[in-house]
């Protein structure tokens, strides 16, 4: 059974960082993309960020550009959120998706969103 779970969330000061981990199991994390969403209050849910299975090919959303860093390690079978200067607009709950058990090692389409996807983990940005 494909599992994501989501840690790492906060409260965070404007300005500040954190870092998200998305613990995937019950499939093998090396052969698939993942992909990072946020929805916030009022607001449709947006794509943040993909990462690649097969060379680690990186995507953003343009806001994020430059601030956050997606990364892997596949050995930990966990997916990491890297996000520094945080912004009050960063603030939402942030999820993380694959499309396991459908094979899928690109990131093609991931503003689409994956089909499996973990319960998410709130990120408050405030003074």
């Known amino acids: 059974q494909v599992q994501l779970v989501e840690s790492g969330g906060g409260l965070v000061q404007p300005g500040g960082s954190l870092t998200l981990s998305c613990a995937t199991s019950?499939?093998?994390?090396?052969?698939?993309?993942v992909s990072w969403f946020r929805r916030a209050p009022g607001k449709e849910r947006e794509g943040v960020s993909c990462i690649s299975a097969n060379d680690g090919t990186t995507y953003y959303e343009n806001s994020v550009k430059g601030r956050f860093t997606v990364s892997r390690d596949n050995r930990k079978n966990t997916v990491y959120l890297q996000m520094n200067s945080l912004k009050p607009e960063d603030a939402a709950i942030y999820y993380c998706?694959?499309?396991?058990?459908?094979?899928?090692?690109?990131?093609?389409?991931?503003?689409?969103?994956?089909?499996?996807w973990g319960q998410g983990t709130q990120v408050t940005v405030s003074s």
């Open positions: 019950g499939f093998t994390l090396e052969y698939y993309a």
């Open positions: 998706t694959t499309d396991a058990p459908n094979w899928k090692p690109a990131c093609s389409g991931w503003l689409n969103g994956f089909t499996s």
